[in-house]
T-cell receptor
């Protein structure tokens, strides 16, 4: 799986949009971009994933550049409960590849009042 | 509440003790996983079970022994651990072991080895 690079930390004001960048310059054509987050002392939580089109769900939006070498996770209206470590993971998805998630260091996001 | 429960939530044990961690999923999933998260280190995959068969053992020392008696339950048996084994142990499950299926994590067991 391709390696990802994320900033170690970022702050965000409550109610504002949080834009979390991720670089994955060695991504292959069949690799998806996944985002998970981990609130302190809890297990990771799936947020969103995509291949090349932008994706949106009730939690966030995922913007993937046209060359797929980077992506941005957008939390549209950050709340204090969004304070967590956010992980960007790139992985191949095939029917016979079991779901190995390779976590990096992630980005510590702190949402402030 | 993810539908994956782990017990105990906290465990303190000596190096000569034998203990077990339990994970239960109420999601009807067929694949279960054990991860280890040490302080200031990324999560590390330990074991993967698909339909009660172990499909991955990620070079984990034999003092960690997993058991999957059915698709809803996963255990991690611990014996003669070392202080460096102190960590948060996370269980996860997914609908199948296919890479397409999302993993749902439990809250973890915080283990301290004295």
């Amino acid at each position: 799986d391709a390696k990802t690079t994320q900033p170690p930390s970022m702050d965000c004001a409550e109610g504002r949009a949080a834009n979390l960048p991720c670089n994955h310059s060695t991504i292959s054509g069949n690799e998806y971009v996944y985002w998970y987050r981990q609130i302190h002392s809890q297990g990771p939580q799936y947020i969103i994933h995509g291949l090349k089109n932008n994706e949106t769900n009730e939690m966030a939006s995922l913007i993937i550049t046209e060359d797929r070498k980077s992506s941005t996770l957008i939390l549209p209206h950050a709340t204090l409960r969004d304070t967590a470590v956010y992980y960007c993971i790139v992985r191949v998805l095939t029917t016979d590849s079991w779901g190995k998630l390779q976590f990096g260091a992630g980005t510590q996001v702190v949402v402030t009042p | 509440e993810t539908g994956v429960t782990q017990t105990p939530r906290h465990l303190v044990m000596g190096m000569t003790n034998k203990k077990s961690l339990k994970c239960e999923q109420h999601l009807g999933h067929n694949a279960m996983y054990w991860y280890k998260q040490s302080a200031k280190k990324p999560l590390e995959l330990m074991f993967v079970y698909s339909l009660e068969e172990r499909v991955e053992n990620n070079s984990v020392p034999s003092r960690f022994s997993p058991e999957c008696p059915n698709s809803s339950h996963l255990f991690l048996h611990l014996h003669t651990l070392q202080p460096e084994d102190s960590a948060l142990y996370l269980c996860a499950s997914s609908l199948g072991a296919s890479g397409y299926n999302e993993q749902f994590f439990g809250p973890g067991t915080r283990l301290t080895v004295l």
